[in-house]
């Protein structure tokens, strides 16, 4: 669980985030959506520990951002935040070191670490890269690689700020289909950040919108209305509705 109490932030003497309060349940995967300037990716950093400037608390299993770094560390896991430092060395290889967290000094990486390792080149369709050296990868197999390396660690938190930029159709779907199994057991929750709308209303299971620095909306992906789309973004739009899963999809009408 991720707690978030009266947390603001203030920046050259701007404030970007304003008492945002905020409770994110296991099993979760929370959707935030907002214009660009309405401090997502601010409030995601936050989160994650990467800024610690911030007034009020952020607790992830019970355990306060600000106080305890390591007890974060291990607990939340930021999509791009472990670029590879050698881009000569293997794809399976930067992956499996995403599973140096849970490695016993001097000994080698455990078959668990393999396993899952594995099984995620297997979800997100990179098996056949794995030999492959991450300099020679294609910019979308890379950023899928990076997911996988976010997903890898198994931390009871995972933070994805715009992670379906660069991937096609397919991998998406691929990523979405994990995500979904990362939280299924009830443990770990998945907080995404999107300004792909479509996306975030057939993936989150709770949305979040936020509007200059405040929380201004939160809900089902039934809150993913016209009109909530016109208060919010400034523009109009008609809404469908999936025929497999009833949720909402957003169409914009062509220009005249």
Known sequence: MIDIS???LTINGSAILKDISLTMNDGEIVGLIGKSGSGKTLLLK???GRIRSYGGTVTIQDTAAQGNRRGKLMSVSYYGSALPQNPEESLYNFLLLARVAYKKPFRPFSDYDR???EEYLSALDLGRYCDARISTLPDGIFRLAMLAHTLIGERHAVIFDNPTNDLDILSVRLFRNVLARYVMNGSRV???SSN???FISQ???RIVI???GCIVETGTADIMTADTIKRHFGIDVLISRNIYNGKPEIHLFPDA
């Open 196 to 198: 792909d709308l479509n």
């Open 210 to 212: 936020l509007k200059d």
């Open 115 to 117: 396993q899952v390792t």
């Open 46 to 48: 936050s989160i994650a």
């Open 190 to 192: 998945a907080v995404v």
């Open 203 to 205: 993936t989150a299971d």
């Open 6 to 8: 009266n947390l603001s």
